[in-house]
């Protein structure tokens, strides 16, 4: 079987909330002028962290196909959810209707007036290698570029004895990637970690350190081995 | 004594819609809560259904023709919530 290997990409543009890891301990959810008020009350802290980092004036949208990639989505949106449930027996419509996993990237369509592909991802704490993927095949199937959303948000206190990665219980952040074809990163099988069983893969958080410190060649993307993400190119990061 | 209605039923659908930027006097006792006017859509009129049978123990039906009637404004809604409050 004559397979290509997965596209090279270029790192266009990012942007984040926070918008440094000094700043990571912020009170106030951030204001979202962009976002129209009658869409931006729906939004809970990792939403309004998301659709911050979807509406920075450093990275405008062009009307990309976005990957929105978060393990647990606004965890707290649906614990209070089954709380209520178990309290009172109904739940709150509104609460409700966003309790869907791609809800925030919803409301980011919404507020922009666009009709571009919106996928949500769960995928455990491999959620860096998944967006990676679903990234390199909308690459390959056409994008121009795509729009790589990674948001997360503490667990509830009640969750947190069962926390299986260490970010879970930090405090929420949302971070966009605007990634295209080219040659400076490579998703590449990671011949490097041949022992199945050790090891951790890369968070959202290590990626993004990772696209931001050329002094790495790659990071590994798989709890198992197999992928890793390569540096091939010599560009800077992003613009 | 309906003023008073009013302008609680005001700050009640506020807080229940996380109506940011939004204040009482902001909202006409006449104008129309969904489409035009304040903009509500579908999911609101349902959390305001339930805010509703919390507060005054009123039952609303979704299939009710007279719903649209009872919440074309905040007047028409302060009207019904007299009529009909059970709490």
Redesign the interface.
């Known amino acids: 079987m004559n397979v290509a290997g997965p596209p090279g990409m270029n790192l266009r543009g990012w942007s984040a909330w926070p918008s440094s890891a000094d700043a990571r301990r912020v009170a106030a959810p951030p204001a979202l002028g962009e976002i129209p008020?009658?869409l931006?009350?729906?939004a809970d802290r990792m939403g309004r962290a998301a659709l911050h980092a979807l509406t920075r004036p450093e990275l405008p949208y062009t009307g990309q196909a976005v990957v929105m990639c978060s393990r647990l989505g606004e965890i707290g949106r649906s614990f209070g959810l089954q709380k209520e449930l178990a309290d009172e027996g109904?739940v709150?419509?509104?609460q409700f209707?966003m309790s869907v996993h791609h809800a925030v990237g919803g409301l980011f369509m919404m507020a922009k007036k666009a009709r571009a592909p919106l996928t949500a991802l769960a995928a455990g704490d491999e959620g860096a290698l998944a967006g990676l993927q679903e990234t390199a095949a909308q690459l390959v199937d056409g994008a121009g570029s795509v729009w790589l959303l990674f948001c997360e948000e503490p667990l509830p206190g009640e969750y947190r004895p069962f926390a299986a990665a260490p970010e879970d219980g930090t405090d929420h952040y949302a971070f966009v990637l605007e990634l295209a074809a080219g040659d400076e990163f490579r998703l590449a099988e990671d011949a490097g970690h041949a022992d199945p069983t050790a090891g951790r893969a890369a968070s959202p958080l290590d990626l993004l350190a990772f696209l931001l410190s050329p002094a790495e060649d790659a990071i590994r993307l798989s709890r198992r081995g197999g992928w890793a993400f390569r540096r091939t190119g010599r560009k800077g990061a992003g613009a | 004594m309906q003023e008073d209605l009013r302008h609680e039923i005001k700050v009640f659908i506020i807080e229940a819609l996380n109506m940011e930027d939004v204040t009482p006097e902001d909202i006409g006792d006449d104008e129309p809560l969904f489409g035009e006017g304040l903009g509500l859509d579908s999911i609101d009129s349902l959390e305001l259904g339930v805010g509703l049978q919390k507060r005054y123990g009123l039952r609303i039906s979704a299939e009710n023709e007279e719903t649209r009637r009872i919440f074309a404004s905040v007047r028409a809604l302060a009207d019904y919530v007299t009529a009909n409050r059970t709490r």
């Open positions: 008020p009658l931006r009350r729906r109904s709150s419509p509104q209707s």
